[in-house]
């Protein structure tokens, strides 16, 4: 998969938004929001309230970053 179509999916799954809160993205993969803040730790954020949201082109770049290939 390469991350425009990445991008797509995560998109089409939330709704059409650019940036994604740590809820949604642990929704998209099916990860318990503590698991997908750990996967998170150290990218950039935009603050909104108590709400952290990430670009959702960085998401999908930290995503493949983290793909096993056998």
């Given at each position: 998969?390469?991350?425009?179509?990445?991008?797509?999916?995560?998109?089409?799954?939330c709704g059409?938004?650019?940036?994604?809160?740590?809820k949604q993205i642990a929704a998209y993969r099916g990860e318990h929001v503590n698991t997908t803040t750990k996967f998170l730790k150290g990218m950039e954020y935009v603050s909104e309230?108590?709400?952290?949201?990430?670009?959702?082109?960085d998401v999908a770049e930290r995503i493949l970053e983290h793909r096993v290939r056998e």
């Open positions: 998969m390469d991350k425009q179509t990445l991008i797509r999916n995560m998109q089409q799954s059409g938004a650019g940036f994604l809160s740590v309230g108590k709400k952290k949201l990430y670009f959702v082109g």
